[in-house]
DNA sequence: TCCTTTTACATACGTAGCGTATGCATATTG
DNA sequence: CAATATGCATACGCTACGTATGTAAAAGGA
């Protein structure tokens, strides 16, 4: 197939450099991962990963943004699968943890990502999971299943408190037992939004 | 005064040097953070720093102990000023959200500590906040104000979601009018954990 | 007090890795 | 079929880390 377009050779390359970028940020993290080892693991040079992305920084931007669209789609299959909206906000808030315990999404996505590119809130992927939270949450409370707290802050605490047990969780010894633990602690710190406790 | 002991020396250069990253860290962040200026600022060379800290990590690592160490100290001041323990919670959790509204914590401890030194449950310094809150949930279960929870999980959501309101609202437009829903949310959200509602 | 040893820090060096400037070959345009 | 544009490679300079070595002063012993 040498009659491929230009567009599509390099759409190829960045995707064969995401992939890359992937693997390497996550087994050595940002700083230690080398562009030219990098590069050269899938047959190029740091050429065109600065005429592709500017920078460094540009590379591990790419990157988060495709993990953070993975998850969340995945979020989104997690809330669909519940009984009711307000089960499905608990579910979204489990699935966030649970996806924070793949090393991928730890090192690229919690870790080094806002560390490198600042507050995730302010990326241009404009943080898929946490966009898709607010969205349920407005819907709980205009139906009155939520007290009428701020959206967005809700939803940015209910995040939050779930990213951080991620972290927790992961960096334990026996993280089943732990996952079960924060998962419990979880759906009792969310009822605190709720306008009539079930 | 050139009658000062070895000891004292030593420590005297520790202090200039944890200051002076202080700065630069918090200035220019981790990676931006040239230990050659950062030592020369205080009249030393980066002999001092590998001789007193081993390497870079191990001066963060110091830095942020200092910190860690001083924001415990503000948590516990803010949460003996309140009314009862269950309040006590509660300021603490505020007093978390604001302090992480200094760039100097934001960016060190927020931002390039976990990044650079991992999961901050396992640094040395056992993240004295996180230690406190735990202390107070405790308390609070055994007095049966609190539903009995996991007490390391519930510190570790609360302190997880107020951790980050800070971000988000250290990196808003309008800190103060979004610093107000953070901490309505907050109380409210942490109103989930109380055994009868108040 | 004088000699020895340790220690706290400075100096010098090697090297890795980022970003840029330049070159080249292929694809697109007129 | 020329002319231009583009995608990527090659070459270069520079910054900054870590280490190896040097040195002067303090600590300790006789």
């Not at 592709?52 to 299959?77: H, P, Q, S, W, Y």
């Not at 966009?131 to 995040?159: C, H, Q, S, W, Y």
Request: hydrophobic share 50%.
């Amino acid at each position: 197939m040498a009659g491929k377009r230009r567009a599509e050779m390099m759409q190829e390359t960045r995707e064969k450099l995401i992939g890359a970028a992937r693997k390497a940020f996550a087994e050595k993290g940002y700083a230690g991962a080398s562009m030219d080892d990098l590069t050269a693991a899938v047959g190029l040079t740091r050429g065109a990963l600065y005429h592709n992305f500017g920078d460094k920084r540009g590379l591990l931007a790419a990157v988060v943004n495709t993990i953070d669209g993975e998850m969340a789609e995945c979020a989104r299959r997690a809330a669909l699968k519940a009984a009711d909206p307000w089960e499905g906000l608990l579910a979204e808030g489990v699935a966030y943890i649970e996806m924070a315990l793949d090393p991928e999404v730890q090192r690229i996505v919690l870790l080094d990502g806002p560390a490198v590119l600042g507050d995730p809130s302010q990326w241009p992927s404009q943080n898929a999971c946490l966009a898709f939270t607010i969205e349920a949450v407005e819907g709980l409370i205009a139906d009155g299943v939520m007290k009428p707290v701020d959206a967005e802050a809700a939803a940015r605490l209910l995040n939050g408190a779930a990213l951080n047990a991620a972290l927790w969780i992961a960096a334990s010894e026996a993280p089943e037992a732990v996952l079960a633990k924060a998962v419990e602690a979880f759906r009792c710190l969310a009822a605190g939004f709720l306008a009539r406790p079930r």
